[in-house]
């Protein structure tokens, strides 16, 4: 079992910036793909950005390369999201996964993961 809690999210205007992070526990981090996913109301959770287990590989959805960077502190069993440059469009709630398999990978698909945080809301104002 992997716990994971997500905190950070908030309410902000267009063009600043937020940094959500993700605690896991009960699982050794460094074996653990990391991922971060949001959805807002009345669309599919989508893909925002993954990251490796030494966080030597990345990914990033379009929508916010350039903006936004995933990183990890294994030695704090963390995950963070920071979002730059922020839009209105990247409103939602925003999730934090773990995936136990592919964890020397920078894993893109939904389905690959295990376990879910409960989300953090992120509300970016015009």
């Known amino acids: 079992q992997v716990q994971l809690v997500e905190s950070g999210g908030g309410l902000v205007q267009a063009g600043e910036s937020l940094r959500l992070s993700c605690v896991a526990s009960?699982?050794?981090?460094?074996?653990?793909?990391m991922g971060w996913f949001r959805q807002a109301p009345g669309k599919e959770r989508e893909f925002v950005a993954a990251?490796?287990?030494?966080?030597?590989?990345?990914s990033y959805a379009d929508s916010v390369k350039g903006r936004f960077t995933i990183s990890r502190d294994n030695a704090k069993n963390t995950v963070y999201l920071q979002m730059n440059s922020l839009k209105p469009d990247d409103t939602a709630v925003y999730y934090c996964?773990?995936?136990?398999?592919?964890?020397?990978?920078?894993?893109?698909?939904?389905?690959?993961?295990?376990?879910w945080g409960q989300g953090t809301q992120v509300t970016v104002s015009s």
């Open positions: 996964a773990a995936d136990t398999r592919d964890w020397i990978l920078a894993v893109t698909s939904r389905g690959k993961y295990d376990y």
């Open positions: 009960g699982r050794t981090f460094s074996r653990l793909a």
């Open positions: 990251i490796s287990w030494s966080g030597g590989a990345t």
